[in-house]
């Protein structure tokens, strides 16, 4: 088992709890504005993540953590139901709901950059001595 930083593969755990979660609950919001309720009566129109676990803990509970222990970084899935039959008869709602995920991913990339943005302005990060996968800025 590699050198593993337990604090930083707690707070990717939590970063990564928090973003399959993001991301299916835009696919179940925009099927449930589409019409479909499969996902709205399962509960996956939530950002509550216990939601999604509920759902899929191997994805978002076992592998994760194992994954981080092991590499220190998370590995991991989510899912949301939708009724094909729907989406056979709305292939244009379908096609919403398929790029509401992807569109929510794109969202929470724009606002950590304006997090880091606003952070550097403010002096809370600045430019690390190297910049790798895991370290764009550094604090104080």
Known sequence: ?????????????????????????????????GGDLTAYHGGQVSLDPRAHIKREPIGMVVLPVVSA??????????????????????PRRAAWMALAGPGANILLVLLAGIAIRVGIMAGVFH???SVNFDRIVAGG
């Open 69 to 90: 222990l092991l590499s220190g970084w998370p590995m991991g899935f989510a899912s949301a139901p939708y009724d094909p039959q729907w989406a056979l008869r709305h």
């Open 1 to 33: 088992m590699p050198n593993v930083d337990l604090a930083s593969a707690f707070v990717y755990y939590l970063v990564f709890l928090y973003s399959p979660t993001v991301h299916e609950a835009a696919h179940a919001w925009a099927a449930k504005l």
């Open 127 to 129: 430019a690390p001595e």
